[in-house]
């Protein structure tokens, strides 16, 4: 008994070692300045010190036009460093020091838009590349969502090769599956539309695809200027993107960017991690940060504020919610496990370079359904909304219900239409007598617009691959970077961690206008 417990445990410790594999690694990460760039970043400056370096590839903004200046301004001044700051305030400046090095430029252009001295250090130093850039905005203009979310792989590609084929860790969505439904694997997603076709390698005509969008770009570009030219270029990409058989343009695009890295990489190692919907982080580095108003919390907010009472879903749809830090770890163990290979290959092992993808979710393993959180987050607002005076600044007083998308547009419009003719006919008298009202009404319209296809799911994300692969890591680091979405124990996550984290760290303090209530609240964001 002993002896087999102790052979089993010898077969873990031959496993991968986070560690030892980004010992002295340097690891070029794109996207820092967002949600989910900050939380891989933070993890490896406080648990894989002895990593070589991290590059950042940053570009510049009108306040802060170098890298180095963004970083210390929106990156190390984050409060997702307080407990790193609190707990080792030397060696987080040393490390920033030693080992952060900020690289002023844009990944949408070749060679990042470096000189050609710069780029050639770059591909020098890096051993892997992990590219978290996006647009996440799902109705992005769809000339810039392209430019991001697809072309920039290329250049993503090119440098992994001038590099020496080094590995390429992607950050993708779960939602890159579209418009399929059922149960979905960590497999390439086929487009449920049939309209895409393969070549003769197997590979999806994404360049044909991308041709055909831009043509249609370029039209709009004659034909219209200024707003009118952005609405047109939001319109395309939605309709394009829907055409093909996806929601949103944010989505269609991510999958344009992993079937790019696909091909341009054939023959370098690729690993492709797709989380679904990243809220506040579960464990570390404190439970509860998050940054900015995402998905569900934009409705949820809509609800504490008493802007939207009914929203069209599917209560016994299964939403699938993933926290920040579990998406931080399957990133690092991606990278773990890409340089362990490389490390292999160098030591004489012939091991082919392999194209993975990863799913970081939890509606497989740990289903939850809408209905339920709808609950959880009622019941916290009934008992306990005062302890988020951020969030909700009152109890709210209707429930929050769910109702099918033509019951709601139904809804809507016959509340609509009467008030509008009210406030026509009070404007004539000098009064604006139900704006608020109609206020509410559009938020819940817009609301409706961008987010009723993630409220409504018709699938299910599976993380087999990814659970496979932490059983593959050194079993006494295992727990350092847990993935396993069973860990949430969703009552507590939504009321205990969830909420007060979005109070804390995601909302502004409450401003008053003379007499009137007035909000100063981050830009909503979608992913
Ligand atoms: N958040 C989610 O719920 C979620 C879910 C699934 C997958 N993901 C994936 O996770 C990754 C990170 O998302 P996030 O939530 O961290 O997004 P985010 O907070 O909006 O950050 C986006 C990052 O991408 C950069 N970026 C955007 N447009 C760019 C451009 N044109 N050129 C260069 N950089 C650009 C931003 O840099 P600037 O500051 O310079 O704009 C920022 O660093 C993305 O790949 C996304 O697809 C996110």
Redesign the pocket.
Known sequence: MITNKLAVEALNNTGISVLKSLKGKHVLV????????KVIIEKLMRDVPDIGGIYLL??G?RQHPTAESRFMHEVASSSIFETLQHDASQAFERFCRQKIHCVTG???ERHFGLNTADFNTLINKVDVVVN?????NFREALD?AL??NALSLYNIAEFSQLAGHIPVLQ????YVNGFNQGDLAENNVAPTSGLIVYDANGYYKVEALIDELQNKISVLKDSFTGSELDDQLVALGIGESNRFGWNDTYTFT?WMGEQILRKALKGSALTILR????ESTLIGPVPGWI??I??ADAILMAYAREKVTFFPGDPQGIIDIIPADLVANSVILGVAELLHQTDKTSEGESLEPQHRVYQCCSSGSNPVTIAQMIKLVQLEADENYQQHEKLFYRKPKRPFMMVSKSVFLGMMSAMKLPLLAVNKVGKWFGRDIQSKTLDNIETAMNLSTVFSFYSEPKYRFHNEQLMALSNRIDVAERSLFPVDARLIDWDRYMRKIHIPGLNRYALKERTLKKGNVNVDEPKS?A?
């Open positions: 794109t996207g820092t300045t967002g949600f989910v760039g940053i570009r903004n844009e990944v949408t978290s850039a996006a647009s996440v810039q430019l991001i950050v993708s969505t779960c991510k989380p679904a919907i990243v940054e900015g995402k998905v964001k992913a």
